[in-house]
T-cell receptor, first 113, second 113 residues
Framework: AQKVTQAQTEISVVEKEDVTLDCVYE???????LFWYKQPPSGELVFLIR??????QNEISGRYSWNFQKSTSSFNFTITASQVVDSAVYFC??????????FGTGTRLQVFP | ETGVTQTPRHLVMGMTNKKSLKCEQH?????MYWYKQSAKKPLELMFV???????ENNSVPSRFSPECPNSSHLFLHLHTLQPEDSALYLC????????????FGSGTRLTVV
């Protein structure tokens, strides 16, 4: 079965701290895609990154970085030097052979000044 | 502006009312989706339309009735809802290519009283 687990329900940090959001997935497929979305208070899901199962290179985009490890079925997301504007709910999602986007329960990140 | 527009943003309705949620995209996408987001639960896929044809109904109660008159518009007709149907309803669209992912609207916050 396809499943995405985000064990951290809520994380609170102080500005400038680094924070890592965990994501563990399950799928039977060998070809799949992993995503991270950000949901600010306004409600829409904002696309952050897509990674396919054949590309295990870690990616960095500004203060954001992602660590994809097939051996542990994990796709963790790190924010470096967090800012108040990073406060949001972050969702990890899996798209596999079913062509449906399966979401985790999300991690609420609160960054305090 | 995300490219996917949902109206209304907020809706309060009684259990005997009939209302409709609207979703519109002009991204040239051929697939559209309805998701339900309840507190502390993963986003639940409700319906999928590909080229105006419904291809997925995820065991959704009949009090939710989708309509897709063309590939740019998607509706969710609501009638005789229950208080537990209160949630954020998100619309998304995609080109149907797995590696691209979805574009989401800002959602309609529905409260059933």
């Amino acid at each position: 079965a396809q499943k995405v687990t985000q064990a951290q329900t809520e994380i609170s940090v102080v500005e400038k701290e680094d924070v890592t959001l965990d994501c563990v997935y399950e799928t039977r497929d060998t070809t799949y895609y992993l995503f991270w979305y950000k949901q600010p208070p306004s409600g829409e899901l904002v696309f952050l990154i897509r990674r396919n199962s054949f590309d295990e290179q870690n990616e960095i985009s500004g203060r954001y970085s992602w660590n994809f490890q097939k051996s542990t079925s994990s796709f963790n997301f790190t924010i470096t030097a967090s800012q108040v504007v990073d406060s949001a709910v972050y969702f990890c999602a899996l798209l596999d052979y079913t062509d449906k986007l399966i979401f985790g329960t999300g991690t609420r990140l609160q960054v305090f000044p | 502006e995300t490219g996917v527009t949902q109206t209304p943003r907020h809706l309060v309705m009684g259990m005997t009312n009939k209302k409709s949620l609207k979703c519109e995209q002009h991204l040239g996408h051929n697939a559209m989706y309805w998701y339900k987001q309840s507190a502390k639960k993963p986003l639940e896929l409700m319906f999928v339309y590909n080229f105006k044809e419904q291809t997925e109904n995820n065991s959704v109660p009949s009090r939710f009735s989708p309509e897709c008159p063309n590939s740019s518009h998607l509706f969710l007709h609501l009638h005789t809802l229950q208080p537990e149907d209160s949630a954020l309803y998100l619309c998304a669209s995609s080109q149907g290519l797995r590696e691209i992912g979805y574009t989401f609207g800002s959602g309609t916050r529905l409260t059933v009283v």
